[in-house]
């Protein structure tokens, strides 16, 4: 396998060749392990360790290494091992906020292309669930794609499509059954070679029986649906990297019983852009869009042009954002901030797309 089908590009071939250390060859992160990593070079793979520089400068998750990393590595080959002794900078990084009261990120995966929103066509169906990941997709920097899956337990597939498509304003919303092959081909487009996709869902939502569907064999344990509420069981219980055999990479990831935001300021902004367009509009520039006259986003509710649902969607997560500022320094998430724009900044100019 050669670098660019392992998603090697001129971004980081760049920062490669910054590294004055000799010795070190290019590999990325497939797996985490509990104290080591999985990583993948042209030769193969290895088990690990991150160096003791590494770990004594991390100030923070983000310094670690994460699934869709490239890395630096010092082998030891006979051994089946090897040492982690840089990590490159970043093209794209998908992230929330870690469960619980700690204010501080998790990261879900790195370096992905596009990422693949993957919800149940049953009772799982959450418009606002959508739009919650569709905020922190904006924010990585990833194109979103969104699946919603399981077509052979609804009765009106495409009703159901067009609901969510009025939400998620020109993002690409494909209907599939994967269970039954149904819709994978439009997948397939997403995963030419030196591409990676990651998948993001509630548990059950069939993120593993896709990729198996787009692999064409059984490369991830899936269970049946449970009787009584038409969910899948949770399978996935950690971040793997899988190479299809057409050349395409996926990310699996772990089912989210719930996903709390990490700061998503932009990706809001880009998810309720028909909101930002209406509050333009409003005789206030600080019009809290609830009674105040001349709002222009109350005036759009009552002509039929926005939900109310999503009005107060946009309200809780603007909220959510607020709360998770008061409990940050300012000053760290300041500097945090403008660190991953200028990576950003520079994959752009670069001319890679992001």
Same mark, same amino acid.
Request: include cysteine.
């Given at each position: ?6 998603g090697?590009? !001129?971004?980081?071939?760049e920062?490669f ?5 000799k ?6 992160v497939?797996?985490?392990?509990k ?10 793979e290895y088990?690990?360790?991150? !160096?003791?520089?590494?770990r004594?400068q991390a100030?923070?998750r983000?310094?670690?290494?994460? &699934?869709?990393?490239?890395?630096a ?5 006979e051994? *089946? ?5 840089? @990590? ?16 501080s990120e998790?990261i879900v995966?790195t370096n992905?292309d596009?990422?693949f929103?993957v919800?149940? $066509?049953n ?7 959508i739009?919650r ?11 979103p794609?969104?699946?919603l899956?399981?077509?052979?337990l ?8 067009a609901?969510?498509?009025?939400v998620?304003?020109g &993002?690409?919303?494909h ?9 994978i ?14 998948? /993001?869902g509630? !548990?059950?939502?069939g993120? !593993? ?5 787009l692999? *064409?064999e ?7 649906v449970?009787? *009584? #509420? #038409?969910?899948g ?5 950690a971040r793997?990297? @899988?190479? $299809? ?11 989210m019983r719930e996903?709390q $935001?990490?700061? @998503?300021?932009? *990706? ?5 852009? #028909?909101?930002?367009?209406?509050a333009?509009e ?10 105040e006259p001349g709002?222009? /986003?109350?005036?759009?509710?009552r002509?039929g042009? $926005?939900?109310?649902?999503?009005l107060?969607n ?6 959510e954002l607020?709360f998770?500022a008061?409990k940050? #320094?300012?000053? &760290?998430?300041?500097e ?5 724009l200028k990576?950003?900044k520079a994959?752009?100019k ?5």
């Amino acid at each position: 396998m050669d670098l660019k089908t392992l998603g090697w590009n !001129s971004f980081f071939k760049e920062h490669f060749a910054g590294i004055e250390e000799k010795g070190l060859v290019p590999a990325r992160v497939v797996e985490e392990m509990k104290g080591f990593h999985k990583v993948r070079d042209t030769q193969g793979e290895y088990l690990a360790e991150i !160096s003791g520089k590494i770990r004594f400068q991390a100030e923070e998750r983000e310094d670690l290494p994460a &699934v869709g990393d490239w890395v630096a590595i010092a082998l030891r080959a006979e051994e *089946g091992r090897a040492r982690i002794q840089w @990590i490159l900078p970043r093209r794209t990084k998908l992230s929330r906020k870690v469960a619980g009261k700690a204010q501080s990120e998790q990261i879900v995966a790195t370096n992905v292309d596009t990422v693949f929103l993957v919800s149940s $066509l049953n009772r799982d169906l959450n418009a606002r669930r959508i739009e919650r990941y569709l905020a922190a997709v904006w924010e990585s920097g990833a194109r979103p794609v969104v699946l919603l899956n399981k077509a052979d337990l609804c009765d009106d597939a495409a009703a159901l499509a067009a609901e969510v498509e009025e939400v998620v304003l020109g &993002v690409p919303v494909h209907v599939l059954s994967a269970s039954e092959g149904i819709g994978i081909p439009a997948v397939q487009k997403y995963l030419v070679e030196g591409e990676t996709a990651a998948f /993001v869902g509630s !548990s059950g939502v069939g993120k !593993s029986t896709i990729i198996n569907a787009l692999a *064409g064999e059984e490369m991830l344990r899936v269970q049946t649906v449970r009787e *009584g #509420d #038409d969910r899948g069981k949770h399978t996935t219980t950690a971040r793997q990297m @899988i190479f $299809l055999p057409g050349g395409g990479i996926v990310i699996d990831t772990p089912g989210m019983r719930e996903l709390q $935001l990490w700061e @998503i300021d932009e *990706g809001v902004q880009q998810t309720f852009e #028909d909101i930002e367009a209406f509050a333009l509009e409003c005789k206030f520039r600080d019009c809290g869009h609830s009674g105040e006259p001349g709002c222009a /986003v109350e005036a759009a509710i009552r002509g039929g042009e $926005l939900q109310r649902e999503r009005l107060e969607n946009f309200k809780k997560l603007k909220a959510e954002l607020e709360f998770q500022a008061s409990k940050v #320094d300012p000053k &760290v998430a300041q500097e945090r901030k403008e660190r991953w724009l200028k990576i950003h900044k520079a994959a752009r100019k670069k001319g890679n797309r992001i």
